[in-house]
């Protein structure tokens, strides 16, 4: 059980963002998706989530077929998408940022539950409940965009760029709550990054993209001390 | 002093009317991105149903039902079988700017001609539920009837329990969310294609409401609301387009300031001053009276 990709190909328009590209997720683990600007990353997760039309080639994620389902019937089914961007609706309240994905819950107490834990997860989100989501800092924004997400308890979370724009001590402390929740909640992780040195040290598994396909797959370990990877992605 | 209470007495009545219209068009901005010319269209239907069904039921009040939820239905039908197919083939470019746009325009002219074959394009006239004779104020009759506060009540109603839907439901919850954001409302499990519809459908459903107590105090016609179309669009442009207390806001100044303008210049104000309103409103903060910075600058 877990996410496979085979052969997937994403077209925008002429440009072939993502190239036969093949991988797969093990379960309750997290996999670092790293590589350039343009490399494709971004297009990745949006045709995974349902976002972005995939032209062809196989997705399933627990033996179902991804392929053509719409991005809110995805996210129904446990794959929670959180964008780069630092997404969260700017013209509603830190609270119903948070509400959206337990509105189609029926489990009302859980949603509730699963509130509670994301505000102790992110202390400062409780502090700033009846807050706009646009007065929120690029840090704060960037925990109620994974706050949002986990209410909906996801089953396969796919995060682009978490530490875009956040100061390097408000990263570790994303990527430190990432791992912890990681472990905790047996969620899947797919974390598509820039910041690859910082990926790869919480991640279990690392993907290479390089021009829409994949150079190496591997354990996050062995990444790290690959010289090309350094030398390309690490910059030492 | 009662040519003063009577020109605000109209200018409420006015801009209660052109609230609902406003209303409309910003329901279906929010969940759309277009501008729907065919709301004026939908409206007069609407009317046209509910007069059948008060001259059939004898009372206006189930006529007015009758064109609330025919509107409702109609707004529903014409965004989920004509304009989400049109949005569907255009995915980007100029042409998505102005193709669905143009489409209402087709869609207004084809549902007037609709209207045109089954009912005529002789003026009906809808009479009100109650008294169109102005009350009585220290011995003089002002313009002012027991019909026109009770459009003010409905108009206020309506909007107090849309708010009540909009802020208070989970339901508005959904709607604001796809209006502000499709993207991450899709991507928080919301049917944003759904909520999207049910925007068409809520205008729908004022726009039937403002026939409905428009047409008593003029004529029902084919093109009986397409001023009321252009007036109701200048109120939501400078209420913004984007919040329905901008819409309302708007119809009200524009109201006042066509009341009083034809009251104590010139009768024949009227009209331009609408459109004289809407160039200084463009001019001074082309964002609409209310709008303001929502989010910071980082
Ligand atoms: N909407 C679009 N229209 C056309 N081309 C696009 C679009 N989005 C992405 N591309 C192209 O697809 C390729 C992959 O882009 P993508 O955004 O997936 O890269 P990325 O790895 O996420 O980059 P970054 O690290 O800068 O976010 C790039 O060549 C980009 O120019
Ligand atoms: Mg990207």
Do not use: C
């Given at each position: 059980?877990?996410?496979?990709v085979e052969?997937l190909i994403i077209?925008?328009?002429?440009?072939?963002?993502?190239?036969?590209?093949?991988?797969?997720?093990?379960?309750?683990?997290?996999?670092?998706?790293?590589?350039?600007?343009?490399?494709?990353?971004?297009?990745?997760?949006?045709g995974l989530?349902g976002?972005k039309e995939i032209k062809s080639g196989k997705a399933t994620w627990?033996?179902d077929s991804i392929v053509g389902k719409?991005?809110?019937?995805l996210?129904?089914?446990?794959?929670?998408?959180?964008?780069?961007?630092?997404?969260?609706?700017?013209?509603?309240?830190?609270?119903?940022?948070?509400?959206?994905?337990?509105?189609?819950?029926?489990?009302?107490?859980?949603?509730?539950?699963?509130?509670?834990?994301?505000?102790?997860?992110?202390?400062?989100?409780?502090?700033?409940?009846?807050?706009?989501?646009?007065?929120?800092?690029?840090?704060?924004?960037?925990?109620?965009?994974?706050?949002?997400?986990?209410?909906?308890?996801?089953?396969?979370?796919?995060?682009?760029?978490?530490?875009?724009?956040?100061?390097?001590?408000?990263?570790?402390?994303?990527?430190?709550?990432?791992?912890?929740?990681?472990?905790?909640?047996?969620?899947?992780?797919?974390?598509?990054?820039?910041?690859?040195?910082?990926?790869?040290?919480?991640?279990?598994?690392?993907?290479?993209?390089?021009?829409?396909?994949?150079?190496?797959?591997?354990?996050?370990?062995?990444?790290?001390?690959?010289?090309?990877?350094?030398?390309?992605?690490?910059?030492? | 002093?009662?040519?003063?209470?009577?020109?605000?007495?109209?200018?409420?009545?006015?801009?209660?009317?052109?609230?609902?219209?406003?209303?409309?068009?910003?329901?279906?901005?929010?969940?759309?991105?277009?501008?729907?010319?065919?709301?004026?269209?939908?409206?007069?239907?609407?009317?046209?149903?509910?007069?059948?069904?008060?001259?059939?039921?004898?009372?206006?009040?189930?006529?007015?039902?009758?064109?609330?939820?025919?509107?409702?239905?109609?707004?529903?039908?014409?965004?989920?079988?004509?304009?989400?197919?049109?949005?569907?083939?255009?995915?980007?470019?100029?042409?998505?700017?102005?193709?669905?746009?143009?489409?209402?325009?087709?869609?207004?002219?084809?549902?007037?001609?609709?209207?045109?074959?089954?009912?005529?394009?002789?003026?009906?006239?809808?009479?009100?539920?109650?008294?169109?004779?102005?009350?009585?104020?220290?011995?003089?009759?002002?313009?002012?009837?027991?019909?026109?506060?009770?459009?003010?009540?409905?108009?206020?109603?309506?909007?107090?329990?849309?708010?009540?839907?909009?802020?208070?439901?989970?339901?508005?919850?959904?709607?604001?969310?796809?209006?502000?954001?499709?993207?991450?409302?899709?991507?928080?499990?919301?049917?944003?294609?759904?909520?999207?519809?049910?925007?068409?459908?809520?205008?729908?459903?004022?726009?039937?409401?403002?026939?409905?107590?428009?047409?008593?105090?003029?004529?029902?016609?084919?093109?009986?609301?397409?001023?009321?179309?252009?007036?109701?669009?200048?109120?939501?442009?400078?209420?913004?387009?984007?919040?329905?207390?901008?819409?309302?806001?708007?119809?009200?100044?524009?109201?006042?300031?066509?009341?009083?303008?034809?009251?104590?210049?010139?009768?024949?104000?009227?009209?331009?001053?609408?459109?004289?309103?809407?160039?200084?409103?463009?001019?001074?903060?082309?964002?609409?009276?209310?709008?303001?910075?929502?989010?910071?600058?980082?």
């Open positions: 059980m877990s996410l496979v052969n077209d925008h328009g002429a440009i072939r963002a993502i190239n036969a590209v093949s991988f797969s997720v093990p379960t309750g683990k997290l996999t670092a998706v790293i590589g350039a600007n343009g490399a494709g990353k971004t297009t990745l997760l949006r989530s976002l627990n033996g719409k991005a809110e019937n996210a129904r089914a446990g794959i929670m998408h959180v964008s780069d961007g630092k997404s969260v609706i700017a013209e509603l309240t830190v609270k119903e940022n948070l509400a959206l994905t337990g509105l189609w819950r029926k489990d009302k107490k859980d949603v509730a539950a699963a509130t509670e834990e994301v505000v102790s997860l992110f202390p400062i989100l409780g502090e700033r409940m009846s807050q706009s989501g646009g007065s929120l800092s690029g840090g704060e924004r960037q925990m109620l965009a994974i706050g949002r997400a986990l209410v909906a308890r996801p089953k396969l979370l796919l995060l682009d760029e978490p530490s875009l724009g956040l100061a390097p001590l408000i990263i570790d402390q994303i990527f430190n709550t990432i791992k912890k929740f990681v472990t905790t909640m047996n969620l899947t992780v797919v974390l598509v990054e820039q910041n690859a040195m910082g990926a790869l040290a919480i991640a279990d598994e690392g993907v290479v993209l390089n021009l829409g396909r994949v150079v190496a797959v591997d354990s996050a370990e062995n990444l790290l001390k690959d010289p090309a990877v350094r030398a390309a992605y690490l910059g030492y | 002093m009662i040519k003063l209470i009577t020109t605000i007495l109209t200018a409420l009545t006015t801009g209660a009317i052109y609230a609902l219209m406003s209303t409309a068009l910003v329901l279906v901005w929010r969940s759309t991105r277009i501008i729907n010319f065919a709301q004026a269209g939908q409206a007069v239907l609407s009317t046209y149903v509910g007069y059948e069904i008060t001259v059939r039921s004898g009372s206006f009040w189930v006529g007015v039902l009758a064109a609330m939820i025919f509107g409702a239905l109609l707004g529903a039908v014409i965004d989920r079988f004509f304009m989400r197919p049109i949005f569907k083939r255009i995915k980007s470019g100029p042409i998505l700017m102005i193709a669905p746009v143009v489409a209402t325009l087709g869609l207004l002219g084809i549902i007037q001609s609709i209207i045109g074959f089954k009912w005529g394009l002789t003026y009906q006239s809808l009479a009100a539920p109650v008294s169109t004779d102005g009350y009585n104020l220290f011995n003089r009759v002002i313009a002012f009837s027991p019909f026109n506060l009770l459009v003010v009540v409905f108009a206020t109603v309506s909007m107090l329990l849309l708010t009540l839907l909009f802020q208070k439901t989970n339901i508005g919850l959904a709607l604001r969310a796809s209006a502000h954001s499709p993207e991450i409302a899709r991507l928080s499990g919301i049917k944003v294609d759904l909520t999207r519809t049910l925007g068409w459908a809520l205008a729908g459903a004022a726009g039937g409401l403002a026939g409905m107590l428009y047409i008593p105090s003029s004529y029902l016609y084919p093109n009986a609301m397409d001023v009321l179309l252009v007036f109701g669009f200048v109120a939501a442009v400078i209420g913004g387009l984007e919040s329905l207390f901008g819409a309302v806001a708007g119809a009200m100044i524009l109201g006042f300031a066509i009341s009083f303008s034809t009251s104590y210049i010139s009768e024949k104000l009227f009209f331009p001053m609408a459109f004289i309103l809407l160039i200084v409103v463009l001019l001074i903060k082309p964002a609409g009276i209310f709008s303001s910075k929502k989010s910071r600058r980082d």
